[in-house]
T-cell receptor, first 113, second 115 residues
Framework: SQTIHQWPATLVQPVGSPLSLECTVE??????LYWYRQAAGRGLQLLFY??????ISSEVPQNLSASRPQDRQFILSSKKLLLSDSGFYLC????????????FGSGTRLTVV | AQSVAQPEDQVNVAEGNPLTVKCTYS??????LFWYVQYPNRGLQFLLK??????LVKGSYGFEAEFNKSQTSFHLKKPSALVSDSALYFC?????????????FGSGTRLQVQP
C-alpha cells in the first residue's frame, strides 16, 4: 500500500535561519507531488508541485524553493526564514491524471520566532 | 482559472440533525470535485469525489454530496450528524479541460456538532 511520510512534525526556527522539510512517498512510482501551506488553520495555498524528477512548478513567488532529487522525494527549503513563513505545511501526492485526488501527509507545524 | 467558494466559515448543528456544508466552484470547463476533512493538527483526509456519472456521490462516514452543474455547486451533506463529525471541511476543484495539475481548495468550513 502507498504511504506518505512528512517530517519533522513540528519545528521552531529563528528568523533568518534555513529550512528543509522532507516528504517521501512509498509504494508508488511517478507520483505528482505537492507542497501546500495552511495559515491560521484555514485555507490551503499551493506552493509547489512536481510531475517528475527535477520538474518543479512554483505557484507563489516567495523565499521558499522546492526540489525533487528522487522520484518519491520532495523537499521544501528556504535560505532565510521570515516570520510570515510560519504555518502548517502539507505534502501530498497523487497519480496522474489526478482525478483520484490527493493523499496528504500529516503535516509540519513551522513556527518562526 | 479555477476557484472554489465556501461561503460559511462555520456551521453549527445539533447531533442527530442533518447537516449541509456549502461549496460553489468556478471552472472554464468541466470539473473534478472533492471534499476533504481535517482534524486538528492533522493532514487532510479524502471524503468523496465527483468525476462523472451520477450527480449524487456517496463517500466515507455517511457523507454524500450532490453535483449541480446549473448552480455550479457541490454541497456536502449528511442525514444525521455526529459529535465526532466536528472538524474542518474543504471543498476542492480541478478543471479537467486545462493543463493545471493541481487542485484548488476553498477556505474551509468549520463544522461544530453539539451534543
Amino acid at each position: 500500500s502507498q504511504t506518505i511520510h512528512q517530517w519533522p512534525a513540528t519545528l521552531v526556527q529563528p528568523v533568518g535561519s534555513p529550512l528543509s522539510l522532507e516528504c517521501t512517498v512509498e509504494g508508488t512510482s511517478n507520483p505528482n507531488l505537492y507542497w501546500y501551506r495552511q495559515a491560521a488553520g484555514r485555507g490551503l495555498q499551493l506552493l509547489f508541485y512536481s510531475v517528475g524528477i527535477g520538474q518543479i512548478s512554483s505557484e507563489v513567488p516567495q523565499n521558499l524553493s522546492a526540489s525533487r532529487p528522487q522520484d518519491r522525494q520532495f523537499i521544501l527549503s528556504s535560505k532565510k526564514l521570515l516570520l510570515s513563513d510560519s504555518g502548517f505545511y502539507l505534502c501530498a501526492w497523487s497519480l496522474p491524471p489526478n482525478w483520484e485526488g490527493y493523499t496528504f501527509g500529516s503535516g509540519t507545524r513551522l513556527t518562526v520566532v | 482559472a479555477q476557484s472554489v467558494a465556501q461561503p460559511e466559515d462555520q456551521v453549527n448543528v445539533a447531533e442527530g440533525n442533518p447537516l449541509t456544508v456549502k461549496c460553489t466552484y468556478s471552472v472554464s470547463g468541466n470539473p473534478y470535485l472533492f471534499w476533504y476533512v481535517q482534524y486538528p493538527n492533522r493532514g487532510l483526509q479524502f471524503l468523496l469525489k465527483y468525476i462523472t456519472g451520477d450527480n449524487l456521490v456517496k463517500g466515507s462516514y455517511g457523507f454524500e454530496a450532490e453535483f449541480n452543474k446549473s448552480q455550479t455547486s457541490f454541497h456536502l451533506k449528511k442525514p444525521s450528524a455526529l459529535v465526532s463529525d466536528s472538524a474542518l471541511y474543504f471543498c476542492a476543484v480541478r478543471d479537467r479541460n486545462t493543463g493545471r495539475r493541481a487542485l484548488t481548495f476553498g477556505s474551509g468550513t468549520r463544522l461544530q456538532v453539539q451534543p
